[in-house]
């Protein structure tokens, strides 16, 4: 069971255009960070307190083997002597997540590694990049004896929302039913995510012993997927 995902098929574009020849561990995100400042207002004990200041969208670099007539490598190149500024697209294909940003291409240049040709540059971003993730997919959440909440989770999982099994008070023990049929790995965990028990779409799990009357038990769901992100659900359950 794998917990981490691959970066060697990402896809960087600019302005919609592919760039070809990328070096696989070339992810283009700019490392923006924001500063400090002082607030003029004293706190107990004549303390300084402390507020964020503007953010600076940062910057990042890029490298790859040259290709002549990439459309994607002229693009760039283009926009470095034209410094037009453009938008810019990170898809981390394994991960199912898709970053974008404006900026402007600040350095374009050729270069050489063990005897390959290459190029190399730098983006200067003007903003705060965007993100958008697909998540592996969840058709139903079901369980044997309690009572989902929402009932909308056993017919048509929402995709972002908790799940609360309401029990009965002499309720001991339920079991997760989770369809996933696209999923590369289902599992529970009752420990907070330490340790994972398999799931198979569609069939219940063996009986999971609920904590005291008046108590409610945390199982954490976790579906992996292809080219997808990695999906958690908190099933609460609740017993009176």
Known sequence: MPDHKDTKFTVFKINGTEILGLDLDSVPIPDGDTDSKTVTTQGPGYVHDKALDLFDPGECEYSGNYIPGDPGQLALDSAFRNRT???F???MTESGTIFDYDGYVAKH???SDSNTAKFNGKIVATGLFTSSSTYAAVTKVEVTTGTVIPTTALTAYAGDANVVVTELTATTVDTIKITAATASYLGY???GGIT???LTSGTASENITLDSAGTVKKVLVKVEEADRATR???VF???A
Do not use: E, H, L, M
């Open 85 to 87: 500024k453009c938008t």
């Open 89 to 91: 697209q990170c898809v």
């Open 109 to 111: 240049n050729p270069g």
């Open 189 to 191: 965990s009752v420990d």
């Open 196 to 198: 994972f028990t398999a």
């Open 232 to 234: 958690f659900i908190n």
């Open 237 to 239: 359950y609740a017993r």
